[in-house]
């Protein structure tokens, strides 16, 4: 399985000949979601949802499909019947040749007097590869074993300390930044440093464009 890294929170899955994207948002490069056959979104805030970006990577491809929550798939259903599934905590599906566990109800608390939305996450397995944990906007903990860890480094909603906790908590194999967006290069060495020292796992990073071989 190939991994590749966009901008900020979205992904990119290969395998087999068949892409699968995630969150492919207003932070990420405007063809994130071209060449995919699967699309899948964490949540409705517009550094994960791009409607725009969607809509271009939906009709790029007549065979694409959508996974997503229901305040995601009521701006598409529309325009692409039969193509955008809505999802929830607990189901389970096959997308682009991979299967796909949903995990998580709601986003983290970015403060008391903003309300909650919901979030997904999406435990993506590639066979011999593993599993990999997309958690989009919270620190969700899956029932079942994480080998690579898309970790949220940085956000409006969490600390530092956190991170390390989540990643803890979860035992991936390796854990790959992303949530990157509003992080400055000079603020880098100090998490790679502090997650990569105190989280229990291999830290990783890759820059947006480039790949991993999972």
Same mark, same amino acid.
């Given at each position: 399985?190939?991994?590749?890294?966009?901008?900020?929170?979205?992904?990119?899955?290969?395998?087999?000949?068949?892409?699968?994207?995630?969150?492919?948002?207003? $932070?990420?490069?405007? %063809? !994130?979601?071209?060449?995919? @056959?699967?699309?899948?979104? +964490?949540?409705?805030? /517009?550094? &994960?949802?791009?409607?725009?970006?969607?809509?271009?990577?939906?009709?790029?491809?007549?065979?694409?499909?959508?996974?997503?929550?229901?305040?995601?798939?009521?701006?598409?259903?529309?325009?692409?019947?039969?193509?955008?599934?809505?999802?929830?905590?607990?189901?389970?599906?096959?997308?682009?040749?991979?299967?796909?566990?949903?995990?998580?109800?709601?986003?983290?608390?970015?403060?008391?007097?903003?309300?909650?939305?919901?979030?997904?996450?999406?435990?993506?397995?590639?066979?011999?590869?593993?599993?990999? $944990?997309?958690?989009? %906007? !919270?620190?969700?903990?899956? @029932?079942?074993?994480?080998? +690579?860890?898309?970790? /949220?480094? &940085?956000?409006?909603?969490?600390?530092?300390?956190?991170?390390?906790?989540?990643?803890?908590?979860?035992?991936?194999?390796?854990?790959?930044?992303?949530?990157?967006?509003?992080?400055?290069?000079?603020?880098?060495?100090?998490?790679?440093?502090?997650?990569?020292?105190?989280?229990?796992?291999?830290?990783?990073?890759?820059?947006?464009?480039?790949?991993?071989?999972?």
């Amino acid at each position: 399985m190939k991994l590749t890294k966009n901008s900020h929170a979205c992904v990119r899955l290969e395998k087999d000949g068949r892409t699968l994207v995630i969150d492919p948002g207003g $932070f990420s490069e405007q %063809d !994130a979601a071209l060449g995919a @056959d699967a699309i899948l979104v +964490t949540h409705e805030h /517009p550094d &994960h949802f791009d409607e725009a970006r969607l809509r271009a990577g939906m009709e790029a491809n007549p065979g694409a499909q959508i996974w997503t929550l229901k305040s995601v798939a009521e701006h598409l259903t529309a325009a692409f019947p039969g193509r955008v599934h809505t999802v929830g905590h607990g189901d389970t599906f096959t997308a682009a040749g991979f299967d796909v566990q949903v995990h998580g109800e709601l986003h983290a608390v970015i403060h008391p007097d903003i309300p909650r939305i919901t979030n997904v996450g999406y435990l993506v397995k590639g066979d011999d590869a593993g599993t990999v $944990f997309h958690p989009g %906007d !919270a620190l969700t903990v899956p @029932d079942h074993p994480v080998e +690579t860890l898309m970790l /949220p480094v &940085h956000a409006p909603w969490n600390k530092i300390s956190e991170v390390i906790d989540y990643v803890r908590e979860v035992k991936p194999r390796r854990a790959y930044d992303i949530h990157d967006a509003l992080l400055t290069d000079l603020a880098r060495p100090i998490y790679d440093r502090q997650i990569g020292g105190l989280g229990g796992t291999e830290h990783l990073r890759l820059a947006p464009g480039t790949s991993a071989q999972l």
